[in-house]
């Protein structure tokens, strides 16, 4: 496709070698017409004899004339013409960006919907991993120690992620995804987070909870998307609840992946989407 940019650039060159040329044109009218005036004038000189010299010296005169007017014509014709063509070409341009710009919010609006859906298919499925559900059903050292290494697979997986927890029934965090580097987070009781009773209040194991996007302060005061599910017994979609599962969505990080991995460079080819990091057959942001 033309770039409608180049439109616009080549438009307004033709207008400019155009007004040279006729210029040029002009210069030379204007010097023949004096040869023809000199040349009536020698023709004058030389009387009887210089009578059929005069008379081509009028037409070379009259041909300068006429030409000289269809130059003005020209250039008059021309530059309206040149004109309109820059205009229509910037129209052009202002249209495509326009749409371009109103194409590509659309493509990030429906990447950052995608990536927040698929967030609540990931709480809900860990839910009912085997060492979650014990980490809650059966609440031993060993239990914990092994949904920790759990929760810390899952994590290096999906980056998109600070952090999961496993919180029991009275709203204490048994376990981490990231125990080393979070200490006060095991053993912090969280009941009084709306995330938390709002996931303790689900009807069934296909139901999730999400928080609008705020700073956590145990995260290191970073702005998240909270997510939070039930935990039941046996891992059953209709089983008594537990516990709740809760993931800490990396959100800056992640939506400054899906506005600045957008090339807006181009005025007419979409020739990007945000970059993304593929797990289970599915997108997923970096």
């Given at each position: 496709?033309?770039?409608?940019?180049?439109?616009?650039?080549v438009s307004?060159?033709?207008?400019?070698v155009?007004?040279?040329?006729?210029?040029?044109i002009?210069?030379v009218?204007?010097?023949?017409?004096?040869?023809?005036?000199?040349?009536?004038?020698?023709?004058?000189?030389?009387?009887?004899?210089?009578?059929?010299?005069?008379?081509?010296?009028?037409?070379?005169?009259?041909i300068?004339?006429?030409i000289?007017?269809?130059?003005e014509e020209?250039?008059?014709?021309?530059?309206?013409?040149a004109?309109e063509?820059a205009d229509?070409?910037?129209?052009?341009?202002?249209?495509v960006?326009?749409?371009?710009?109103?194409?590509?919010s659309?493509?990030?609006?429906?990447i950052?919907?995608?990536?927040?859906?698929?967030?609540?298919?990931?709480?809900?499925?860990?839910a009912?991993d085997?060492?979650?559900?014990d980490c809650?059903?059966?609440?031993?050292?060993a239990?914990?120690a092994?949904c920790?290494?759990?929760?810390g697979?899952i994590l290096?997986?999906?980056?998109?992620y600070?952090d999961?927890?496993?919180?029991?029934?009275?709203?204490?965090?048994?376990?981490?995804?990231q125990?080393?580097?979070?200490?006060?987070?095991?053993?912090?009781?969280?009941?009084?987070?709306?995330?938390?009773?709002d996931a303790?209040?689900?009807?069934?194991?296909?139901?999730?909870v999400?928080s609008?996007?705020?700073?956590?302060?145990?995260?290191?005061?970073?702005?998240?998307?909270?997510?939070?599910?039930a935990?039941?017994?046996g891992?059953?979609?209709?089983?008594?609840?537990?516990?709740v599962?809760v993931?800490?969505?990396d959100?800056?990080?992640?939506?400054?992946?899906v506005?600045?991995g957008?090339r807006?460079?181009?005025?007419?080819r979409?020739?990007s989407?945000?970059p993304?990091?593929r797990?289970?057959g599915?997108l997923?942001?970096?």
């Amino acid at each position: 496709m033309t770039n409608p940019e180049r439109v616009v650039e080549v438009s307004s060159r033709v207008a400019s070698v155009a007004g040279r040329k006729i210029a040029e044109i002009n210069g030379v009218t204007t010097t023949v017409k004096m040869l023809a005036l000199n040349a009536l004038i020698e023709a004058s000189r030389a009387g009887e004899m210089g009578k059929g010299f005069a008379v081509v010296a009028h037409e070379v005169k009259s041909i300068a004339t006429d030409i000289n007017r269809i130059a003005e014509e020209l250039e008059f014709e021309l530059a309206a013409s040149a004109t309109e063509l820059a205009d229509l070409g910037r129209g052009l341009v202002e249209d495509v960006r326009g749409t371009r710009l109103a194409d590509l919010s659309l493509n990030m609006i429906e990447i950052v919907d995608r990536n927040l859906y698929e967030r609540s298919c990931d709480v809900r499925w860990w839910a009912t991993d085997a060492a979650v559900v014990d980490c809650v059903a059966a609440p031993t050292a060993a239990a914990f120690a092994h949904c920790t290494r759990r929760l810390g697979v899952i994590l290096k997986s999906y980056t998109v992620y600070l952090d999961l927890w496993v919180v029991d029934a009275s709203g204490v965090v048994r376990a981490s995804g990231q125990p080393g580097e979070r200490r006060e987070v095991v053993g912090a009781n969280v009941s009084g987070e709306s995330w938390f009773r709002d996931a303790m209040a689900t009807r069934s194991g296909a139901e999730f909870v999400v928080s609008n996007v705020g700073r956590n302060r145990q995260l290191g005061n970073v702005p998240v998307a909270t997510y939070a599910a039930a935990i039941r017994e046996g891992g059953q979609e209709e089983g008594r609840v537990l516990g709740v599962l809760v993931a800490f969505f990396d959100w800056e990080t992640q939506a400054r992946a899906v506005v600045h991995g957008v090339r807006v460079v181009s005025p007419v080819r979409q020739e990007s989407s945000a970059p993304g990091n593929r797990h289970e057959g599915r997108l997923s942001w970096v």
